[in-house]
């Protein structure tokens, strides 16, 4: 719980581009924290009910993906961080042919989801509505040990399952966060509901400012739960 509280006080004091310039695994306690009393969806069942890892089949259909989709990644060992953290079937994306920035360990499923939401979803958008390149997309991180809080629930991020987007940044040097973008110019917003529309095909749960505050600031999308919740 150290850990969240001091991602929540770091969240309150430090600015944002102060929180991406330190380490990943600091970078990586951002997100989808969620003020005490207030609780993130509950995404999947109570820990010891999930599976250990994906069969294996289904892992190499889904590197065979990735592969195809011309990705460049590295399959990560299983891991067991203990309190029920895992990083089960995942990789690290190297490259995804737009630069993402605090990726660490993600389930090979939601890899592949980001990379396809990155390629097909995000930069045409961003070509057709905002007249420019992506030249990178931000994010608060993926694998980071803690519940959803106010549950006693493990988030999807506890098994390198989720991602938390927080910003565009475009080829002309404007940079779109989605804490100020979500109400920003019509422009702006139109680019950002495309991208989130185009992740509730892609995601299982897709949380944007609409859904509530802890979200103001980022996308988060998980591979948990049975999908189909996009808000
Ligand atoms: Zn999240």
Redesign the pocket.
Known sequence: MKERAWGTMAMRRMGQAALLAVSFALASCG??IVPRGRVERASKAPRDARPAAPPPLELRQCMVKLQSQSVLFTPLPDQNFGGGCTAMGSVKLLDIGVPATNLGAMTCNLAANFAAWARYGVQPAARLILGAEIERIET?GTYNCRPIAGSGKL???AHSN???VSAFVLSDGRRITIEQGWNGDRQTRQFLEIVRASACKRFRTV?SPDYNVAHRD?F?F?MGGRGGFCR
């Open positions: 997100g989808d608060f988030s999807e991020h989720a991602v938390d949380l980022h988060h998980d």
